[in-house]
T-cell receptor
Framework: KAGVTQTPRYLIKTRGQQVTLSCSPI?????VSWYQQTPGQGLQFLFE???????NKGNFPGRFSGRQFSNSRSEMNVSTLELGDSALYLC??????????????FGEGSWLTVV | AQTVTQSQPEMSVQEAETVTLSCTYD???????LFWYKQPPSRQMILVIR??????QNATENRFSVNFQKAAKSFSLKISDSQLGDAAMYFC???????????????FGTGTRLKVLA
């Protein structure tokens, strides 16, 4: 069974640009969540999607947005990039946000550098 | 709001020895899940072990075990017979069961970097 796939793995953008990151969950998983990891702030929750609906959102500005498609693939977009957006963006999938405590499985991440 | 605290930024252990990583959390909920994730240099987060709050028995996965103290809100990870491949960043994570809060998001600690000395 293929794992969580994130593309692109590495990218460099200029301040003010926008970026779109993609995440394909494990087959059969319907929940996708996104995290930002930086040396200073650690792992911070961005948002979670289930069945194309955003269920939870972290404390990030509106420049950070996401969506989920009918095949459960998800994209996150960051507009008007700032230097501080440089980070590793991790996507994770799980079967669904049930009360069974579904474990989330992470992808390898997308390294974003803003210059 | 829930919080997760890992007070040890870095730990070292001799190969074949035992090490314990600490984690404390704060929550007003009674039903939740706790996890330890490992992040090696490749940066891919790997699940090490999970614990359901309603279970009194401590979870064990081969050389990895936890000491779950619900009343004290403590969730430490013990690694026995440490191996060089155990060197990584370890994150403690909390996940609400969602029944009261309606949210299932994960909250992670700041991590503990584990070095294994040959």
């Amino acid at each position: 069974k293929a794992g969580v796939t994130q593309t692109p793995r590495y990218l460099i953008k200029t301040r003010g640009q926008q970026v779109t990151l993609s995440c394909s969950p494990i087959s059969g998983h319907r929940s996708v969540s996104w995290y930002q990891q930086t040396p200073g702030q650690g792992l911070q929750f961005l948002f979670e999607y289930f069945s194309e609906t955003q269920r939870n959102k972290g404390n990030f500005p509106g420049r950070f947005s996401g969506r989920q498609f009918s095949n459960s693939r998800s994209e996150m977009n960051v507009s008007t990039l700032e230097l501080g957006d440089s980070a590793l963006y991790l996507c994770a999938s799980s079967p669904g946000p049930s009360s069974s405590g579904n474990t989330i499985y992470f992808g390898e991440g997308s390294w974003l550098t803003v210059v | 709001a829930q919080t997760v605290t890992q007070s040890q930024p870095e730990m070292s252990v001799q190969e074949a020895e035992t090490v314990t990583l600490s984690c404390t959390y704060d929550t007003s909920e009674s039903d939740y899940y706790l996890f330890w994730y490992k992040q090696p240099p490749s940066r891919q987060m790997i699940l090490v072990i999970r614990q359901e709050a309603y279970k009194q028995q401590n979870a064990t996965e081969n050389r990895f075990s936890v000491n779950f103290q619900k009343a004290a809100k403590s969730f430490s990870l013990k690694i026995s017979d440490s191996q060089l491949g155990d060197a990584a960043m370890y994150f403690c994570a909390y996940r609400s069961a969602g029944l009261a809060s309606g949210t299932y998001k994960y909250i992670f600690g700041t991590g503990t970097r584990l070095k294994v000395l040959a």
